[in-house]
């Protein structure tokens, strides 16, 4: 009983310091990168990190955490999400947080279908699904909620060849960040914890 509630609060302090870890990013450029209109995020490491390292219900909360800090960048710090929120604050939050939930979730999964066959692919291939569900799941609600609103077909028909293209352009610096730094930490730590 007290070994089970020794790694209950060991797992809690580990989410803790997950959390602080990507609330600082959120709030520091050490979390973005803003090119043209939007941001290469790096907050998908520490969701990967949490999902590998603790599982999906960690991985979820920090997944929320990265989409309602994400929501909140919408409030008046990242000129897109500003035009967003005038458009529709409500499809604004969902596309912020739903996919970030995801975020956390689907390499959890990944990650515990694979660790049985070989843990280090397993680690790689949820680090690496962290930063192209994020830009999936994110760039295609975007094309769902504001694809035909008259703010993108100002721009013309290139509106979604500009979207796509700005969405690899993010999409390829956070695939490579999250897998070689995500597999690196997530492997040490899981070396460094026995686990």
Known sequence: ??????????????????????????????????????????????????????????????????????????????????????ISPVKTFLACVVPRLLVGYIPSKLYQCLKNKNDKVAVGAACLAAPITNTVFFMGLLMLFFGSDPFLQQFGSTTWAILVALGISNAIPEALICFVGGTAICIALKKALKL
Do not use: N
Request: net charge positive; aromatic share 8%.
């Open 1 to 86: 009983m007290e070994k089970r509630a020794t790694s209950k609060t060991l797992q809690m302090v580990q989410l803790a310091i997950l959390l602080a870890i990507l609330l600082v990013m959120a709030f520091t450029p050490l979390g973005y990168m803003k090119i043209g209109p939007l941001s290469v995020s790096f907050l998908t490491l520490p969701v990967a990190i949490g999902a590998v390292i603790l599982g999906p219900r960690a991985a979820l909360i920090l997944g929320a955490a990265f989409g309602l800090t994400s929501f909140y960048q919408c409030l008046g710090m990242d000129a897109f999400g500003v035009a967003l929120m005038a």
